[in-house]
C-alpha cells in the first residue's frame, strides 16, 4: 500500500462523515469572486470545521495566476473547489 493510499485510508476512518475530496485529488478553484479563481493543485491537507460547517481544503498551487504560484499553498472550503485533473 502506498503512503498516499494509507492516509486516504486513515482519513475515511478518522473523517467518516466526509465524502469529499481526498489527499492527493486535483482540485480547481471554481469561485469566480476568489482572488485565486482558476488556482489549481494537489489536496495536502484536509481539516474539519467546528459545529459541523464543513471542511477547508489544503491544496499545493500547480499553476501560475496574478495572486498565486506554483508551490503556494492555499486553503478554501469545500464548495469553492471542483474536482480537477492533471492534464489541465
Known amino acids: 500500500m502506498s503512503l498516499k493510499e494509507a492516509i486516504n485510508k486513515l482519513l475515511r476512518y478518522t473523517i467518516s462523515s466526509y465524502k469529499g475530496f481526498r489527499i492527493g485529488d486535483i482540485v480547481v478553484?471554481?469561485?469566480k469572486k476568489c482572488i485565486h479563481y482558476g488556482s489549481m493543485g494537489e489536496v495536502v491537507r484536509i481539516e474539519?470545521?467546528?459545529?459541523?460547517?464543513?471542511?477547508?481544503?489544503?491544496?499545493?498551487?500547480?499553476?501560475n495566476g496574478a495572486t498565486?504560484?506554483?508551490g503556494d499553498v492555499l486553503s478554501k472550503t469545500e464548495d469553492q473547489l471542483s474536482l480537477g485533473s492533471k492534464n489541465e
Open 48 to 63: 474539519e470545521l467546528g459545529n459541523n460547517s464543513g471542511y477547508v481544503i489544503h491544496y499545493k498551487v500547480a499553476n
Open 68 to 70: 498565486f504560484s506554483p
Open 29 to 31: 478553484n471554481t469561485n
